[in-house]
């Protein structure tokens, strides 16, 4: 209904009209009219969606609508306010109406309120997601459990990962994964630990140059053979016994003399190792007084020592009989006799240990001295193992007495070496070896006197499968003796074997008649 009158309003003015058609109708009611209908545009436009086209039309229609002489224009309606989004400009004032002809002036026309721009529509940010909550760590593996006699731990399992943690709506990504547990101890042990002793008693016949001894597999280049031996014998072919360890599986104990020769009892210990211990080992003749032997794998000095047994022929002890070992360096091992000896075979091991610290050097001793001294920077006597050997430069034939020493620990800074006669001169070559990882070196010591050729040594309780027994002079198994009726060395040589807390000693003979012999030795429990 109201387009019409819209578009009649748009059209071009029309020619002036009569003074009669203008009074047809009253000027006044033709003014309410026009107002009415322009107040109806705003709305009506924006109902169409045509208001763009209708934004001057108010104001056309106002001027429309002047009053005539009589009455002004009112203003003209402003438009409304802009929606949402570009505010659309209000509605332009209506312009003043044209003076009427003796007229009251037309009031001005309110200008329209300027549209509000409409807010920006800012989209409302996603609520950020709940960050994924990170997997727990892993439970560390649990250590291996000690492997007994020192078997390495088995390594622990690998502790499981965690949970990845589920991702919020747009939330950060899930934890790590857990740590893998860490693998399992080592078994007891720590450094140089042991991994078994074995011991056993072996008999070299009457009559035999050698005996074998089937022993567990070890490790030959972390395993070493110590013994001690018996025998009633003069002949240095019958008595003087070597040993080594043959292949992985076998001991061999060996001697130059066979018929005639009487048995020799051997009591033996092979100790083995997990690791922190290498041993070189070989023979070699003593063709000259000083053979060098090189070592294939260099050394550190202050952690290794030199074990030696000894075969000859011969019909009486001398001074091709003793032979003095010392490790020359890094790369060598030294041994010295007293003279040139072409039978004569040394078996050597070179036992590099890391959890030991060894002190070493040589004491000449003199033809007239029984007990030379030894001062050291101080040691713990529970837990050092002393090794020596000696050469002898001269001597007097038939007098066992000045070539039998005994050594031990008197106070923790003083070694002594004690013998029962005089007459030979030479060199001892001394090794004081420190355990620093919790092995313990027990001093034994025994004395025979009369006929006896049995004692118990008490060292106090003792792991059987950790433990070697080992002396001092002759090879480890000499003390010394007062004995010089013959050149029977059986007197004041001995084997130790295991007892409950005690080792039984043992010599072979007291010789032809009675006679004295004092021992050192050492019960030395590896860790």
């Not at 200008?111 to 709940?130: H, L």
């Not at 240095?236 to 048995?263: K, N, Y």
Request: with cysteine.
């Amino acid at each position: 209904m109201l387009l019409m009158p819209i578009r009649d309003l748009r059209a071009p003015n029309p020619a002036p009209t009569t003074a009669s058609a203008r009074e047809g109708v009253p000027s006044r009611m033709r003014a309410a009219v026009v107002l009415a209908l322009a107040a109806l545009i705003p709305a009506c436009t924006t109902i169409l969606g045509i208001d763009g086209e209708y934004k001057d039309l108010a104001a056309d229609a106002s001027v429309a609508a002047g009053g005539d002489s009589s009455v002004g224009g009112n203003a003209g309606v402003g438009g409304e306010a802009g929606q949402s989004g570009s505010g659309a400009m209000g509605g332009a004032g209506g312009s003043a109406g044209s003076s009427g002809s003796a007229g009251e002036g037309g009031t001005s026309g309110t200008g329209g309120a300027a549209g509000t721009s409409g807010a920006g529509g800012t989209g409302a940010g996603g609520v950020a997601g709940t960050a994924g909550t990170g997997g727990a760590a892993g439970t560390a593996g649990a250590g291996g459990v000690a492997g007994t006699a020192g078997t390495a731990g088995a390594a622990g399992t690998a502790g499981a990962g965690g949970s990845a943690g589920t991702a919020g709506a747009g939330g950060a990504t899930g934890g790590a994964a857990g740590t893998s547990g860490a693998g399992g101890s080592g078994g007891a042990g720590g450094t140089s630990a042991v991994k078994a002793v074995q011991t056993g008693e072996q008999v070299l016949a009457a009559d035999a140059s050698s005996a074998t001894v089937a022993i567990t597999p070890v490790a030959m280049d972390r395993a070493f053979l110590v013994f001690g031996t018996r025998f009633d014998a003069v002949e240095p072919s019958a008595m003087q016994v070597s040993g080594r360890l043959s292949d992985a599986s076998h001991v061999t104990f060996q001697r130059v003399g066979a018929a005639g020769s009487p048995a020799v009892s051997i009591v033996w210990y092979v100790a083995e190792f997990q690791s922190g211990v290498l041993v070189q080992r070989g023979n070699v003749a003593m063709t000259s007084t000083k053979v060098t032997v090189p070592l294939t794998s260099s050394v550190e000095t202050l952690r290794t020592f030199p074990i030696i047994s000894y075969r000859n022929s011969g019909a009486a002890l001398g001074k091709g009989d003793f032979v003095r070992a010392k490790i020359a360096g890094p790369s060598a091992l030294e041994l010295n006799v007293g003279e040139a000896a072409a039978n004569g075979i040394v078996e050597w091991q070179v036992v590099s240990f890391d959890g030991a610290t060894v002190q070493t050097g040589d004491l000449p001793y003199p033809s007239g001295e029984t007990a030379p001294v030894q001062t050291i920077p101080a040691v713990d006597t529970t837990r050092s193992w002393l090794v020596f050997s000696y050469d002898i430069s001269s001597s007097t034939s038939d007098n066992l007495a000045q070539k039998m020493f005994r050594a031990r620990f008197t106070n923790t800074t003083t070694m002594m070496f004690n013998r029962s006669g005089v007459g030979s001169a030479g060199t001892i070559s001394w090794q004081a070896i420190s355990f620093n990882n919790g092995t313990l070196a027990r001093p034994g010591s025994a004395g025979f006197s009369g006929f006896g050729t049995q004692v118990s040594a008490n060292v106090g309780a003792y792991a059987p499968l950790r433990t070697i027994a080992s002396g001092g002079g002759l090879y480890l198994h000499g003390g010394n003796t007062s004995y010089n009726n013959t050149m029977n060395a059986g007197v004041c040589s001995f084997t130790a074997k295991q007892a409950s807390g005690a080792f039984d000693v043992w010599r072979q003979t007291s010789g032809t008649g009675a006679s004295n012999c004092d021992i050192s030795f050492w019960a030395i429990e590896f860790k």
